[in-house]
């Protein structure tokens, strides 16, 4: 047996804070289990609303949905990190438990308490860095953040099994030991609320003169919308402002279409007010005028159960094309837009035409469009 | 007992299930090197770097005055928060030229007006704070 090296003894007997007690972790690991869960489920809806299975067909109703979920995955994810810090800190003196490990089972345990605590710093940290338009780690975000996800569920789910009753027995009596964790919890609260207000107004805009931490500002950009990837960004500076610029319908159609600029504005137009929701977490109303796809599509003959993909002038790129699914592009509030807010599409919104739908990440409302081609 | 002790075995399968779906999805498809590097690693910084950091104030803030180091306490909590919010955005390398809604505020100012809000709140409470102290004592 390895003797316990003096200074571990010395420095876990100087834990003099009383908070490093059961109670104190129990009030903080449910509201974690809380936070976490939510974070998860919205993380859920957001990748498979990007990456649908072939059986999955989302609504195009609530138009507001995935900005709400989007919203609370990014501010929750925020607001998670005080609560976090907060329950490493109270749990910190069981990291130098001695013996570091009893029996083969124990060590499992820590294992999984380690993948827990690692995977979700992993989170956190990958997840602020990424809004903060940080790309300071090698691999893609998505990917990692969405895999990692998993490995937190999971050993959050073991964790709740090990714990459960410890925290029954503790949450649910009246401690009468003196000890002030309502201060305590009450100040971790405060800080997550802090970050909470100081990053919402991004996407929600009652709060936007508040949000001096958030990577975005509503009103900022072309015609007060912000803008992810620019035209420059997106290598069609040249062609999207080609005078000779076609929008072809095409693929399993009655008939194919074509048009230009001036024979889309001379349909019949609609003016809808639609968010442009960012899986970065903010989100922005605006006002869209164009033609609704459902029209353009009708008057190619398409079938009522088809699905369409819409291109864009980029050459290449994840969000070249996206799909519309029927909900989607039955929707008469989907349009193809060529103004917003009241004036021609800026060059980096889009313009010429762009696709606007409710109830749909930012990264699928393709921009630059020059096709729909029906599958 | 019998139903909570198949609750326990039915979230271990689980757990387990979901742990290994997520190390095979890295696997698969991530980078699974420098994604250990950063899982493990933000363990450690934050086991060894950050943990001790706090730690250390709460030694030195042991050292204020008993009226005094709860306002304190709750100020560093709550700027420390802020603080590590801001630092992403202050040190992010995504600016663009092309883009300028890409983080377009000034965030070390935004910061600097937070700070000595939160400094401002807890120089009130350690006032009011004495202030009842004193009224005490001539009572």
Known sequence: MVRQPAVLGRARGRFSSRLHDERTASWLGVWLAVAFGTAFVTGLISHFMQHPPDWLRWPSRPVNLYRVTQGLHVIGGLATIPLLLAKLWTVYPRLLQWPPVRSARHATERGLVFLLVAGALFQLVTGLLNIAYWYAFPFPFTVAHYWTAYVVVGALLVHIANEWSKVRRTVMKRPEDGIDRRGFLFTVAAASAAVALTTAGETFSPLARLAVLAPRRVGTGPAGVPVNTTALAAGVSATARDGGWRLTVTGRVGRELSFTLAELRALPQHTERLPISCVEGWSAGATWTGVRLRDLLRMAGAADDARVRVESLQRGGPYRKSWVDPPHWKDPLTLLALDLNGAPLDLDHGSPCRLIAPNRPGVLQTKWLNAVVIA | MKGRLKGRVVLHVLGGAFILLGLGGIVAESEPWPWLVWFAGAAILHDAVLVPAVLLAGAL???????????????????????????????????????????????????????????????????????????????
């Open chain 2, 61 to 139: 803030t042991a050292r204020l005055p008993a009226a005094g180091r709860r306002p304190v306490r709750v100020a560093l909590i709550v700027a420390g928060a802020l603080v590590l919010v801001a630092l992403a955005m202050i040190n992010s390398t995504g600016r663009r030229p092309d883009n300028p809604s890409i983080l377009p505020l000034a965030y070390g100012r935004g910061l600097a007006v937070l700070l000595a809000l939160v400094a401002a709140v807890t120089a009130v409470r350690l006032l009011w704070n004495r202030g009842r102290l004193r009224n005490r004592v001539r009572r």
